[in-house]
């Protein structure tokens, strides 16, 4: 066990201990008198010394020491009872930490570094040991205290595990702790007066592996869009990888890939994730992965046990596997006997008495009059009572009816099929049949013509969902058709296309029932609908079995077999190729070394997956493929292609193109025969590619099969659906990118931002999306991550996300008033009213503001403060203003001299006439701004102004020119009134009504004379005092100071910056409504 540092002087020890092993830094060493032969007096004096002590008292026979270089003084860090355990405890610190301590300088920080080390070995071993012995040990609730205080995470981020390691920084390791919440990855260290903290959302991580690195043979590197991170020296590696592992898949499917993923009930419920549910949740989805078994079907009870197996004759140790509608077994060792018994084929759970020879026996009867002995159960009692409860819910849920035509069919092919015949007698012939390896072997010889749909239907369990909707399919078939929609569309064009070359659907009856069963699934399920090569695999399956039974086992292929394969972005396929990818380079390296970009092998090896190899093949070779899918799973494809490549290898490392590997490929899989096949070869879709002026050597599918399963078949499903999990993440992540990337690559010509500002701004939308996420409740105006929508589309923001992004990106903040400018803003954008915008059309605000026009500024501060961004419910808009506009305490000084201010009034005069009639020729007319819109739009000025530095001249420049504005909006409302002017003559009057000869507005600018212009409007006239744009737009040009306002260069780098290290605390902030640290994002 590891020991807190205490320091000794090693002189003191000489007499007592004797040293067995020892490196630079650390010495292990072995108590005198334990494990010596002989018989020295040294020894017995100190073996008779720890006899006779208290227990208590007494001291391990074994310790390690920490030694620093050059220092006297010795620290103990570790003590074992063993020597195979002192050694385990020397050979952890050779691996994380010898070679690590040569980085440091100081011997100081060296002593420091381990003893900071082993204490947090020492606390993790203790919070372990607490987490075995009670539901929520304190250490953990100590724990948590730290991850709040050191992140101020909202209280909806769920810590579900945390442990001690090192963090990598260059050569140099940090100390501390990695806590794993449900949306985060977080690291905190505080080392040599250092504080570290990283932050890293589960759904920014592209890549999570072990790796290894001159100093560390083990680590874990995450790696996201900007950097990678190396964590080490953990007490249980494997497991934190396992539970990282869990929760990035989990998170970024649940985020990402909504289209396809459904949570298990337990986990629907982000905030309710525990490290329990995410090992139970990896238990069950290993357990639906081995058995082939229904998504929805949840696991109950894993119990060790031994199954009689008549075969043998003998118990066969393994695994009984409990769920809603199932009871199987697999062998500990991997691919002795599998058993599969859905309770609808059950009879009675029986407890037999208890014996030595048998320990704790059950037996389960089958319909089929076999029975199975499971001993050694543990809680005997428990389980079978919970497994009748079981048994009872699906007989009342779907009666049994005993139907024996199976096995007389069966029977009547006895002759024919004499092998097959013989192992149904010995292993049985129900889905309840044991499962060994000599059914593989007969599997891989090919099944006979007359069994192949039978034997589909048991594999894949197709018979029990059969057995168990009496009539389902007939409803679907009668509700399904008749019904035109994109869908049935896609169907009817494919029909025909679906082994033209082969009788059974050269005429109406085999187009039909293509059509009913292709038709009835996508009526049944709208998620996936209908994909292309689903109509070659549903012609297949009609071939081999009836109507009913094909659209039963294209269920068991869509929704068990191959999960996440026929959908909008057929994700599970991608995985696979990714998987195919990794799996070349392991077992093929010359090859992958040679062909340095597999995604070409992976694009031609797509079609293999995605039709079994149906479309690429001769049928009556490809269908052997199909029986082994059908035993073995998505495994015997993965074998097969591996095999397909190795037999190729040689013409795919001397072809010079993608498009000679093709040809290759091609050429050898069109030529691939079945000598046992009953029928005439029917050609593949693919056999153009094979137009050969001399013959080419065929290759036998069975001897395929057999390579495949030999130099292959070492792969198991535990191995695969690690491998799986694995590259989903890299998946997941590249679509997210090609969906950035092209978003940007349709902003990027239309706005003026850098293209590397706008990927920034990219990603501060989209964490505001996903922020909202993690730790809000779904509202209905932010539906959740849409991958099925047009890329634009799959990130949109509300209101309340919106204003976020507004307070840290715009330049336009305006103190308290800056939300009230951001919700105008957003109605402003939200042109189809949905409550919801884009990334486009927030940036391209963001573009005006920082390098638009001068008159494009002031245009779109003009629609902030007109319908339908200003309402008549605006918050802001209804109460009057405290402080009158113009009741400055500044003199409003316009200094010109008379004659300077004649030519000024002709200046104006022309550019407002100008103005006037420039604005026929350009878009389309803006509404005129009222008196009250025009009241908050001064408002909305003053605020911008505020803290500027030139605060002082810009408030004097506003307030004489919203002076000039009220008089023209007077002007307006009198000639308004009087309906005597034309439209010129109008802006005529205005213009001349600012400059009368005694240039009274300019000559008496006393606060109170300001403050009197600003009441003069009375209430009911207010609805006919407007002024236009153009009117706003020249007053403002009179001012140099606002035009230098609105002309200056802006920084977005900085805010963008800024905006990276408080986009967290802002949200933290509203949520606790309590002042918050600052959270700092790792820039990962």
Same mark, same amino acid.
């Given at each position: 066990?590891?020991?807190?540092?205490?320091?000794?002087?090693?002189?003191?020890?000489?007499?007592?201990?004797?040293?067995?092993?020892?490196?630079?830094?650390?010495?292990?060493?072995?108590?005198?008198?334990?494990?010596?032969?002989?018989?020295?007096?040294?020894?017995?004096?100190?073996?008779?010394?720890?006899?006779?002590?208290?227990?208590?008292?007494?001291?391990?026979?074994?310790?390690?020491?920490?030694?620093?270089?050059?220092?006297?003084?010795?620290?103990?860090?570790?003590?074992?009872?063993?020597?195979?355990?002192?050694?385990?405890?020397?050979?952890?610190?050779?691996?994380?930490?010898?070679?690590?301590?040569?980085?440091?300088?100081?011997?100081?920080?060296?002593?420091?570094?381990?003893?900071?080390?082993?204490?947090?070995?020492?606390?993790?071993?203790?919070?372990?040991?607490?987490?075995?012995?009670?539901?929520?040990?304190?250490?953990?609730?100590?724990?948590?205290?730290? *991850?709040? =205080?050191? @992140?101020?995470? &909202?209280?909806? +981020?769920? $810590?579900?595990?945390?442990?001690? #390691?090192?963090? !990598?920084?260059?050569?140099?390791?940090?100390?501390?702790?990695?806590?794993?919440?449900?949306?985060?990855?977080?690291?905190?260290?505080?080392?040599?007066?250092?504080?570290?903290?990283?932050?890293?959302?589960?759904?920014?991580?592209?890549?999570?592996?072990?790796?290894?690195?001159?100093?560390?043979?083990?680590?874990?590197?995450?790696?996201?869009?900007?950097?990678?991170?190396?964590?080490?020296?953990?007490?249980?590696?494997?497991?934190?990888?396992?539970?990282?592992?869990?929760?990035?898949?989990?998170?970024?499917?649940?985020?990402?890939?909504?289209?396809?993923?459904?949570?298990?009930?337990?986990?629907?419920?982000?905030?309710?994730?525990?490290?329990?549910?995410?090992?139970?949740?990896?238990?069950?989805?290993? *357990?639906? =992965?081995? @058995?082939?078994? &229904?998504?929805? +079907?949840? $696991?109950?009870?894993?119990?060790? #046990?031994?199954? !009689?197996?008549?075969?043998?004759?003998?118990?066969?140790?393994?695994?009984?596997?409990?769920?809603?509608?199932?009871?199987?077994?697999?062998?500990?060792?991997?691919?002795?006997?599998?058993?599969?018994?859905?309770?609808?084929?059950?009879?009675?759970?029986?407890?037999?008495?208890?014996?030595?020879l048998l320990p704790n026996p059950i037996i389960i009867s089958i319909r089929s009059k076999m029975a199975f002995q499971f001993i050694e159960l543990k809680d005997r009692d428990n389980l079978v009572e919970s497994l009748l409860v079981r048994l009872k819910q699906v007989h009342a849920n779907h009666p049994v009816r005993y139907d024996t035509s199976r096995d007389e069919d069966l029977s009547r092919e006895q002759i024919k099929i004499s092998l097959w015949n013989d192992h149904f007698v010995e292993y049985g012939r129900t889905v309840c049949m044991f499962r060994t390896e000599k059914i593989r072997k007969l599997v891989a010889m090919g099944i006979p013509e007359s069994l192949r749909g039978k034997l589909w239907l048991l594999f894949s369990d197709a018979v029990t969902d059969l057995a168990s909707h009496p009539g389902y399919y007939g409803n679907l078939v009668e509700e399904s058709m008749g019904k035109c929609c994109l869908v049935t569309e896609e169907i009817e064009r494919d029909l025909h296309r679906s082994l033209p070359e082969h009788p059974a659907f050269q005429n109406e009856t085999g187009i039909a029932a293509l059509r009913r069963v292709l038709t009835a699934y996508a009526h049944r399920n709208p998620k996936i609908g209908y994909c292309q090569s689903m109509n070659i695999l549903t012609s297949v399956l009609l071939l081999y079995a009836k109507e009913e039974e094909a659209f039963w086992l294209l269920v068991a292929v869509c929704e068990r077999m191959l999960p996440d394969y026929f959908n909008h972005r057929v994700i599970g396929a991608q995985v696979d190729q990714s998987v195919f990818e990794e799996l070349i380079k392991e077992h093929l390296p010359e090859l992958a070394e040679h062909m340095n970009d597999l995604s070409a092998l992976a694009s031609i090896s797509l079609s293999w997956f995605l039709t079994l190899f149906l479309s690429i093949m001769p049928l009556e070779s490809a269908v052997s493929v199909v029986d082994c899918f059908f035993y073995d799973g998505i495994k015997a494809i993965f074998q097969l292609g591996l095999a397909v490549l190795e037999a190729n290898a040689q013409g795919l490392c001397s072809s010079k193109d993608d498009g000679q590997a093709l040809m290759v490929l091609s050429r050898f899989l069109d030529h691939i025969k079945n000598e046992d096949s009953p029928g005439p070869p029917v050609g593949s879709h693919h056999a153009f590619f094979s137009d050969d002026q001399e013959p080419y050597p065929g290759t036998d599918i069975a001897d395929l099969i057999r390579d495949s399963y030999e130099k292959f078949g070492d792969q198991s499903v535990e191995q695969i659906e690690h491998l799986r999990c694995k590259h989903r993440i890299r998946v997941l992540q590249g679509?997210?990118?090609?969906?950035?990337?092209?978003?940007?690559?349709?902003?990027?010509?239309?706005?003026?931002?850098?293209?590397?500002?706008?990927?920034?701004?990219?990603?501060?939308?989209?964490?505001?999306?996903?922020?909202?996420?993690?730790?809000?409740?779904?509202?209905?105006?932010?539906?959740?991550?849409?991958?099925?929508?047009?890329?634009?589309?799959?990130?949109?923001?509300?209101?309340?996300?919106?204003?976020?992004?507004?307070?840290?990106?715009?330049?336009?903040?305006?103190?308290?008033?800056?939300?009230?400018?951001?919700?105008?803003?957003?109605?402003?954008?939200?042109?189809?009213?949905?409550?919801?915008?884009?990334?486009?059309?927030?940036?391209?605000?963001?573009?005006?503001?920082?390098?638009?026009?001068?008159?494009?500024?002031?245009?779109?501060?003009?629609?902030?403060?007109?319908?339908?961004?200003?309402?008549?419910?605006?918050?802001d808009s209804q109460s009057p203003l405290k402080n009158p506009l113009l009741s400055t305490s500044r003199p409003l000084v316009f200094g010109k001299s008379n004659g300077d201010a004649a030519d000024y009034q002709k200046q104006l005069k022309q550019m407002i006439k100008d103005l006037a009639k420039e604005k026929d020729k350009t878009e389309k007319e803006l509404p005129k701004m009222s008196q009250r819109e025009f009241i908050q739009f001064c408002k909305t000025l003053y605020s911008m102004f505020h803290e500027d530095p030139e605060e002082n001249d810009l408030y004097q420049a506003i307030a004489t020119v919203t002076t000039l504005l009220l008089q023209i909006g007077e002007v307006g409302q009198r000639s308004s009134s009087s309906g005597s002017c034309s439209q010129e003559g109008g802006e005529?009057?205005?213009?001349?009504?600012?400059?009368?000869?005694?240039?009274?507005?300019?000559?008496?600018?006393?606060?109170?004379?300001?403050?009197?212009?600003?009441?003069?409007?009375?209430?009911?006239?207010?609805?006919?005092?407007?002024?236009?744009?153009?009117?706003?737009?020249?007053?403002?040009?009179?001012?140099?100071?606002?035009?230098?306002f609105f002309e200056k260069p802006l920084d977005i780098k900085s805010k963008l910056e800024n905006a990276k290290i408080n986009q967290y605390s802002l949200k933290t902030l509203e949520m606790s409504r309590q002042p918050q640290p600052e959270l700092k994002l790792s820039n990962l």
């Open positions: 066990m590891w020991l807190k540092p205490e320091e000794v002087l090693l002189k003191n020890a000489l007499k007592l201990w004797v040293t067995q092993k020892s490196s630079c830094y650390f010495i292990l060493q072995r108590r005198r008198g334990h494990g010596e032969g002989g018989g020295r007096l040294t020894g017995r004096l100190v073996g008779a010394l720890d006899a006779v002590l208290d227990s208590n008292a007494r001291v391990a026979p074994f310790r390690i020491l920490l030694q620093v270089p050059g220092s006297q003084v010795y620290s103990p860090i570790a003590c074992g009872a063993t020597l195979e355990e002192i050694n385990q405890h020397w050979d952890w610190l050779e691996q994380n930490l010898l070679h690590t301590l040569s980085v440091f300088d100081n011997k100081d920080d060296i002593a420091s570094f381990v003893k900071g080390k082993v204490k947090a070995l020492i606390a993790e071993e203790t919070s372990s040991r607490l987490a075995e012995q009670e539901e929520e040990p304190e250490k953990f609730r100590e724990a948590l205290v730290k *991850f709040e =205080a050191r @992140f101020s995470f &909202p209280e909806a +981020e769920k $810590l579900v595990t945390y442990y001690s #390691c090192c963090c !990598w920084k260059g050569r140099v390791p940090r100390q501390g702790w990695l806590y794993l919440s449900i949306n985060h990855l977080c690291f905190y260290s505080f080392f040599l007066g250092k504080e570290l903290k990283l932050v890293v959302p589960w759904v920014d991580i592209q890549k999570l592996e072990r790796t290894s690195n001159v100093f560390l043979t083990d680590t874990i590197r995450i790696t996201t869009q900007n950097k990678e991170r190396d964590f080490s020296m953990f007490l249980n590696l494997d497991e934190v990888f396992k539970i990282m592992e869990q929760l990035a898949d989990v998170t970024l499917r649940r985020l990402l890939d909504n289209e396809v993923f459904d949570l298990d009930p337990d986990l629907q419920e982000p905030s309710q994730i525990t490290k329990r549910d995410l090992e139970a949740r990896a238990q069950n989805e290993f *357990f639906r =992965a081995f @058995f082939r078994l &229904p998504r929805q +079907e949840r $696991l109950h009870d894993v119990v060790d #046990c031994s199954l !009689w197996t008549p075969f043998s004759r003998c118990h066969t140790v393994g695994r009984m596997f409990a769920s809603d509608r199932y009871i199987c077994f697999a062998s500990k060792e991997d691919g002795c006997c599998n058993v599969i018994l859905p309770l609808r084929e059950v009879v009675s759970i029986e407890k037999m008495e208890d014996t030595s679509h997210e990118d090609t969906t950035k990337q092209n978003v940007l690559r349709v902003v990027i010509p239309e706005v003026s931002i850098l293209p590397e500002d706008l990927e920034e701004l990219y990603d501060l939308f989209k964490r505001e999306h996903m922020m909202s996420c993690y730790w809000e409740q779904p509202r209905p105006m932010a539906p959740r991550h849409d991958p099925s929508r047009p890329y634009a589309e799959q990130y949109r923001i509300d209101a309340q996300q919106f204003a976020h992004l507004f307070q840290l990106v715009s330049p336009w903040t305006c103190g308290a008033h800056t939300e009230i400018l951001a919700e105008r803003t957003f109605r402003l954008l939200d042109d189809n009213m949905d409550h919801l915008i884009e990334f486009k059309a927030f940036v391209s605000c963001l573009d005006v503001m920082y390098n638009g026009e001068m008159n494009e500024k002031i245009k779109l501060l003009y629609r902030l403060h007109i319908s339908p961004a200003l309402t008549e419910n605006d918050r005529e009057l205005r213009a001349s009504a600012l400059f009368p000869e005694q240039d009274s507005v300019f000559a008496d600018t006393s606060p109170s004379k300001v403050a009197q212009d600003s009441q003069t409007f009375p209430e009911e006239a207010e609805g006919d005092w407007t002024v236009s744009l153009e009117h706003i737009l020249a007053s403002l040009l009179t001012e140099q100071s606002l035009v230098n």
